[in-house]
């Protein structure tokens, strides 16, 4: 069964700085795809990056990265010139490539909780 | 706004009392998730449904449990003798698949309903 960990319960960063945060997975899998989440209070979780197994460039969304390293199976979150805004739970996800006919749902680790900090 | 909608936002009922919940996902999409989000922790699985089939369930979708989608469209989920560890923020996300078109894999998610068994 495939496993999502995130090691950092909470992060706090200053307004401007840049944030990195954890991932790791475990998976048997060579195709899969994985993202990052965010869940503002009380807000609904939106899709703030996506990274396909298979490539090997990390994907890039404005000011949010990923480090992704297969083999280590990592896929870290990078947060770039901070914002008030960025404050949420970020969860990471891992989700099957096979979209054929089960195993569509993600599978989610625990969250780190953000904070910046004005 | 034609995003993921669930009703209702809060519930609050007696332990024994049974509750149901429903979710309108985007229009377009022919995939629907119900995730369980428990405190602390990132969503669970419960069940999808590809149109009108539901095509998976988790084990932690216990017998009391049961969810649908007539017609395909939006979904319900009912739970029966609703018990304390209930308690819990249920999501509604959904999808397309490969041949509807669209961003693929992306999972809209819904804000959620958050249930409190007394």
């Known amino acids: 069964a495939q496993t999502v960990t995130q090691s950092q319960p909470e992060m706090s960063v200053q307004e401007a700085e840049t944030v990195t945060l954890s991932c790791t997975y475990d998976?048997?899998?060579?195709?899969?795809?994985l993202f990052w989440y965010k869940q503002p209070p009380s807000r609904q979780m939106i899709l703030v990056i996506r990274?396909?197994?298979?490539?090997?460039q990390n994907a890039t969304e404005n000011r949010f990265s990923v480090n992704f390293q297969k083999a280590a199976k990592s896929f870290s979150l990078k947060i770039s010139d901070s914002q008030l805004g960025d404050a949420a739970m970020y969860f990471c996800?891992?989700?099957?490539?096979?979209?054929?006919?089960?195993?569509?749902?993600?599978?989610f680790g625990k969250g780190t909780k953000l904070s910046v900090k004005p | 706004d034609t995003g993921v909608s669930q009703d209702p936002r809060h519930k609050i009922t007696k332990r024994g009392q049974n509750v149901t919940f429903r979710c309108d996902p985007i229009?377009?999409?022919?995939?629907l998730y119900w995730y369980r989000q428990t405190l602390g922790q990132g969503p669970e699985f419960l069940t999808y449904?590809?149109?009108?089939?539901?095509?998976?369930k988790s084990r932690l979708l216990s017998d009391r449990f049961s969810a649908e989608r007539p017609k395909g469209s939006f979904s319900t989920l009912e739970i029966q003798r609703t018990e304390q560890g209930d308690s819990a923020m249920y999501l509604c996300?959904?999808?397309?698949?490969?041949?509807?078109?669209?961003?693929?894999?992306?999972?809209?998610f819904g804000p959620g309903t958050r249930l409190t068994v007394t």
């Open positions: 996300a959904s999808s397309v698949t490969r041949d509807t078109g669209g961003p693929p894999y992306e999972q809209y």
């Open positions: 449904f590809q149109n009108e089939a539901q095509l998976e």
């Open positions: 229009s377009e999409h022919n995939r």
């Open positions: 990274q396909e197994a298979y490539k090997q």
């Open positions: 996800a891992y989700r099957r490539a096979y979209y054929g006919g089960s195993q569509g749902n993600l599978i």
């Open positions: 998976t048997s899998e060579s195709d899969y795809y």
